[in-house]
């Protein structure tokens, strides 16, 4: 066991410390990946306009569908940097983990728009397209 592993074994399960290595990771993609960043900063200004002036269900829908395309753009990061962390020089297996890490993010943020579009649309015209569905 190396020097590092055998200070950690000793250490116990620490729910505040793995609070701080889970920030630590997301502050970590969010100043590393441009995507990262700008996602965020439009997923908090749709959650504070939902907050504000659409339902509960609204903020809530926004909020779950903003931390599936979060999850998949952290995800992507750190697939991205593994792969070329493992193998720094162009190969074609490389290749084919990134690309579908790129379509699963991508899956994750044509969903996260289509919400944010209809989410909009209904700020701007007063309409309640849910309830219109399901009526």
Request: a neutral charge; one cysteine or more; proline letters at 2%.
């Amino acid at each position: 066991m190396s020097e590092p592993d055998s200070r950690r074994a000793g250490m116990g399960y620490h729910p505040v410390r793995k609070i701080g290595i889970a920030l630590s990771g997301v502050t970590r993609a969010v100043l590393k990946d441009f995507s990262v960043r700008y996602k965020l900063v439009i997923s908090v200004m749709f959650l504070a306009l939902a907050g504000l002036f659409e339902t509960l269900f609204h903020f809530l829908f926004v909020l779950a569908v903003t931390g599936l395309m979060l999850v998949a753009e952290v995800l992507n990061t750190a697939i991205e940097s593994l792969c070329d962390y493992v193998q720094p020089n162009q190969d074609v297996r490389i290749k084919h983990i990134k690309d579908m890490a790129a379509g699963a993010t991508f899956i994750a943020i044509v969903i996260w728009y289509v919400v944010l579009a209809i989410v909009l649309y209904e700020l701007l015209t007063g309409t309640d397209l849910f309830s219109a569905l399901i009526r």
